[in-house]
């Protein structure tokens, strides 16, 4: 039984205090937090670009913005949110802060590289602002060549050097997971006793390592190029606008399962414990995280079926591609096996997991037909793109990481968010998404291009619609941003396990001390073993 | 601490022998083998890399997750090079105009 | 018994020296493939325009002194085996062998730089970098002859770079050897700045063949 309150135990956050304990800190956990806030910036910053684009297609006509202003709002919004909220986003909050108390250890492997990797993101930021306010940068977050080396009249090299900086903080992270999941497991947690989510992360930092360095160099050249003109892009000189595509793509494909590989692992976590039944096939599960990491560097090509690559080379791409898909449909299947026979709450982390699950499941089928060739001939570069990236990373990710936000939030704050509330802001976004994207399908298939600042009036109800989904979304989102600061104050306590959840980070209290455990815990239970939970539970009341 | 400490003669060993094929490498590049010329300073440079790896970075001491973290990096380099290249190599194979 | 107050540069995530010794080597690994990956997309550039440009890229390549390259090969060759004899002797516990092969590494890492600033500035006279006063005689094909070098000062550049920073590493080794910081218990930075200092030199090891022998048998 808690019968210390919150104020007078010490734990991570009350452990020290002043600017420099944060600015300086080793502490994962606080590490965590100063991602959190940084990466809550960089999303509602990215949201204000979106919410411009769609004011601007409300009209078939130009009626806010030029045509080159309209370009700048894209290709922000696109670089913002992929490199500076999304690629960070629940490996350095979430995954920073549970990891290393999911396997039971004091910290990652080495903490000065974990904070370095959080001012890397920072410094990055700042050359991306820095870009942003100056001018902005108009090539599209793709930065094809040769309209960003030889044409645009925008920052690109300050935006490149600033995604290039945020590239670091992503593979020093990555390098950080692998180690620490390798080397500092407590004893008794063997690889298959782990937390689905620490094998998620575990794929993802595959990915960072492996795929980060490739845009890295792309970026270098393009610098390169666009400074000092070798030609490496140049057809005037022997050069190949498409070997930029395949430098880019080779690491923006995988990115894709960077952002999307964490979410999985917390629709693992959040399906076990809302149901109160161990993951369906947990080893399978394991298994598919590490198979859509090896498997999502093999297809990058599907997004140069029209630039000018070699048929042959399209038609092995679009093959692979299907195949990607297969582990993430099995995390489906077996999702909804868990569900089968579970007993089942409602609460709000559950919430956004069915979300996840419809949504997702929609991304992931649209992602075949456009993995397929022949249609993606005719949807590439339209909505219908749009609309499947955003259904992936809007509906699946953003919703993952919403419901493991409200899921960790009592063990991360020690407080209770208000479940009333929380619930409401679920639906609104359930409903807000699916109104601002749904439609953008229709448009792609119908032939609205991407990108584009005007369009045939038809296309306007569509546009309208969506731009009205888009600003219930806002509102969505707006909803937990205050609700979660309010809880903070005055949120009801949190005890050390208000989900009933099994993991190493709920037998420790909530906020948990500065160094995780007591002492090193010793494991001898499977993952997700609810009976032995129980029993334990039992005998501590006895 | 258990560990291997190689001696003075395996690592002067392996210098020289690096030493030789560079020299190696460089006369070898003299003597036309039309496009086998670039199989064999690959594969010189392959095997300097290896002794490189194996003795001076002491792989062939180190834990097979080490090896297997080398291996990969290999795989993965390999990954790059054959795919962005099957496209190059291929263009106009295909019967289809400007493919 | 507290492996911490023993040794105090057992950092506090880590439970004994071995470990941190075994972990802190297995970061560095994974570091270095994250730097094959970096320069990965170098020689995949270089491989596509080779394939294309075969016979200017020969031209071009025949322009660089291949004694010089084959000699700042070896030169570089040395400095890894005087690293590694410097690991050694942190191993087994000398410190004065230690800081003399460290000095011996970074003077060696030094000539290798100088004698590339030394083909840059002849590559610079002969008008053989990339811009408006580029030309290669013996063919028109003067784009991708520009792209040979392009590709030869961006890969021997980033190469260079690396070294430089390799050079500021041992630099720090040697001012930690030599105030007495390191012992065979406690070497890690030195065996781990070992293996970056290798990696640099096994990039070297490829460069050398690719841009210096290509079509040397045409003499």
């Known amino acids: 039984m808690i019968t210390e309150a919150v104020a007078e135990r010490e734990h991570y956050l009350n452990a020290s205090y002043g600017i420099k304990s944060w600015l300086l800190t080793k502490d994962h956990k606080r590490i965590a937090l100063l991602y959190l806030h940084t990466i809550t910036f960089f999303f509602f910053l990215g949201g204000i670009f979106a919410t411009l684009i769609r004011l601007e297609l409300l009209t078939p006509k130009g009626t806010l913005v030029s045509a080159d202003t309209y370009s700048k709002l894209f290709t922000l919004h696109g670089v913002i949110m992929i490199f500076f909220f999304l690629i960070p986003s629940i490996p350095a909050t979430l995954g920073n802060f549970f990891l290393p108390m999911m396997i039971g250890a004091k910290d990652l492997a080495f903490p000065r590289i974990n904070l370095l990797s959080w001012y890397l993101l920072v410094i990055g930021g700042c050359f991306a602002m820095y870009a942003m306010l100056a001018g902005g940068v108009d090539t599209g977050w793709t930065f094809y060549v040769p309209y960003s080396s030889n044409y645009s009249n925008t920052y690109v090299i300050a935006t490149g050097l600033g995604i290039f900086i945020a590239g670091f903080s992503s593979i020093l992270t990555g390098l950080n997971f692998i180690v620490t999941v390798h080397r500092m497991r407590a004893p008794g947690m063997t690889w298959f006793r782990l937390p689905l989510f620490v094998w998620s992360n575990y794929a993802t930092a595959l990915i960072q390592v492996l795929g980060t360095p490739v845009i890295a160099i792309t970026l270098v050249l393009l610098i390169c190029e666009r400074t000092l003109h070798i030609g490496i892009f140049d057809p005037s000189r022997g050069g190949d606008p498409v070997l930029f595509q395949h430098l880019f793509w080779f690491y923006s494909h995988p990115a894709v399962y960077i952002m999307v590989l964490p979410a999985l692992g917390v629709i693992s976590e959040l399906v076990s414990v809302f149901s109160k039944k161990p993951v369906f096939g947990y080893k399978v599960v394991a298994f598919s995280s590490v198979a859509i990491a090896v498997l999502g560097f093999l297809v990058w090509g599907h997004h140069m079926f029209v630039s000018g690559q070699s048929v042959y080379a399209g038609l092995v791409f679009s093959f692979l591609s299907y195949f990607v898909a297969i582990p993430s449909a099995i995390k489906v299947f077996n999702w909804t096996a868990t569900l089968h026979g579970g007993s089942i709450s409602y609460a709000t982390p559950m919430l956004y997991a069915f979300g996840f699950i419809g949504l997702f499941t929609v991304g992931g089928l649209t992602g075949l037909f456009v993995a397929c060739l022949g249609v993606d001939v005719h949807v590439h570069d339209t909505y219908f793109v749009v609309a499947h990236f955003h259904y992936i990373m809007v509906g699946g990710t953003i919703m993952a990481y919403l419901g493991g936000l409200h899921y960790w939030w009592p063990k991360m704050s020690g407080r209770m968010y208000p479940e009333g509330w929380a619930k409401l802001s679920a639906l609104v976004i359930y409903l807000g998404f699916n109104l601002t994207f749904f439609p953008q399908f229709i448009l792609g298939y119908l032939g609205m291009p991407r990108r584009y600042w005007n369009y045939p009036d038809e296309f306007q109800v569509l546009h309208v619609m969506s731009t009205a989904g888009a600003s219930v979304l806002a509102v969505g989102y707006l909803m937990p941003l205050i609700y979660f600061m309010w809880s903070l104050r005055y949120g009801p306590i949190a005890g050390p396990n208000p989900w009933g959840a099994t993991g190493l980070e709920w037998r420790t209290t909530s906020p948990p001390p500065a160094h995780n455990f007591e002492e090193t815990p010793i494991v001898t239970t499977e993952a997700y073993d609810y009976a032995a939970l129980a029993a334990m539970e039992e005998t501590k009341v006895g | ?99 | 018994m507290d492996s911490h107050t023993e040794t105090p540069e057992l950092q506090e995530q880590f439970e004994t020296p071995a470990q941190q010794k075994e972990i802190s080597t297995l970061g560095m690994w994974i570091f270095l493939v994250t730097e094959i990956m970096f320069f990965g997309g170098l020689f995949l550039a270089y491989a596509i325009y080779r394939r294309e440009f075969a016979g200017v890229f020969g031209l071009a390549s025949n322009t660089l002194d291949v004694v010089i390259g084959a000699v700042n090969t070896a030169v570089l060759l040395c400095s890894s085996y005087t690293m590694v004899l410097a690991v050694r002797a942190a191993q087994i516990g000398s410190r004065k062998a230690l800081i003399v092969f460290l000095i011996l590494t970074i003077l060696l890492g030094g000539v290798f730089l100088g004698v590339k600033a030394y083909e840059w500035n002849q590559k610079f006279e002969e008008h053989h970098v990339p811009g408006p006063t580029f030309h290669l005689e013996g063919t028109t094909q003067q784009g991708p002859a520009q792209l040979f070098f392009s590709l030869y000062f961006t890969m021997t550049g980033l190469h260079a770079l690396h070294m430089v920073v390799g050079e500021g590493l041992m630099l720090f080794l040697l001012w930690s050897a030599y105030k007495g910081k390191y012992s065979p218990t406690y070497y890690t930075p030195v065996d781990v700045g070992g293996l970056y200092w290798h990696f640099v030199d096994i990039v070297w090891i490829f460069l050398f063949p690719l841009l210096y022998l290509i079509a040397r048998h045409q003499h």
């Open chain 2, 1 to 99: 601490m258990k560990e291997h400490v190689d001696s003075i003669q395996t690592y002067t060993l392996v210098f020289l022998s690096l030493l030789f094929l560079t020299a190696a490498t460089t006369v070898v590049a003299t003597i036309d083998l039309g496009a086998f010329n670039v199989v064999m300073a690959l594969f010189i440079a392959v095997v300097k890399m290896l002794l490189v790896a194996l003795f001076f970075m002491h792989l062939r001491h180190s834990t097979i997750l080490t090896k297997v973290v080398v291996g990969g990096g290999m795989l993965w380099l390999a990954i790059l090079l054959v795919l962005s290249l099957s496209d190059f190599v291929t263009r106009g194979w295909l019967p289809v105009p400007g493919k």
